[in-house]
T-cell receptor, first 111, second 113 residues
């Protein structure tokens, strides 16, 4: 049972390049989330999807887009990467108890 | 005002002592509260969830919730070096168990032998 799987785990981009972070969960959860984590900032919510077919902005949505492709998959896209988007990105899905289950994280560096 | 605030830390306690971690939140309608632990380079993992006012105990961990004061805390008794980690408070907005879930900035805890 894989849980929450994120790809890629590491990525280096140049300013202005685009990329998509992929996330898939196999726990049949309705809700999925994307967070970024920077030193001293905790986890900041970028976007979330409470259920298939819905997405909502979190605390720091600027510069990002998301797609809830189906119940399993929730992708995060950077259309034109900026150095300020250098961070560790976590995808999570949420069970009926409210607990978040996290992926292993994706470390992104924008030069 | 940040939605979820934690005491800034870092917090250093001797082995065997009680570590106290605090969190305040801004949304009076919040009903679900969580404490996560994150080791360096790893993903956060759930320690405790609490939904009702009062105390909830699980082993060496006790979560305390006071909705009137918009305050939630985590006590770690008999602290061990293996408890050294970053502790993250998370609050679910509104009255549901899904939807927007925001975290505080985290408190780094170091337990020294």
């Amino acid at each position: 049972n894989a849980g929450v799987t994120q790809t890629p785990k590491f990525q280096v981009l140049k300013t202005g390049q685009s990329m998509t972070l992929q996330c898939a969960q196999d726990m049949n959860h309705n809700s999925m989330y994307w967070y970024r984590q920077d030193p001293g900032m905790g986890l900041r919510l970028i976007y979330y999807s409470a259920s298939e077919g819905t997405t909502d902005k979190g605390e720091v949505p600027n510069g990002y887009n998301v797609s809830r492709l189906n119940k399993r998959e929730f992708s995060l896209r950077l259309e034109s990467a900026a150095p300020s988007q250098t961070s560790v990105y976590f995808c999570a899905s949420r069970g009926g108890t409210g607990e978040l289950f996290f992926g292993e994280g994706s470390r992104l560096t924008v030069l | 005002q940040k939605e979820v605030e934690q005491n800034s830390g870092p917090l250093s306690v001797p082995e065997g002592a009680i570590a106290s971690l605090n969190c305040t939140y801004s949304d009076r309608g919040s009903q679900s509260f969580f404490w996560y632990r994150q080791y360096s380079g790893k993903s956060p993992e759930l320690i405790m969830s609490i939904y009702s006012n009062g105390d909830k105990e699980d082993g060496r961990f006790t979560a305390q919730l006071n909705k009137a004061s918009q305050y939630v805390s985590l006590l770690i008794r008999d602290s061990q070096p293996s408890d050294s980690a970053t502790y993250l408070c998370a609050v679910n907005w509104g009255g549901t168990s899904y939807g927007k879930l925001t975290f505080g900035q985290g408190t780094i805890l170091t337990v020294h032998p």
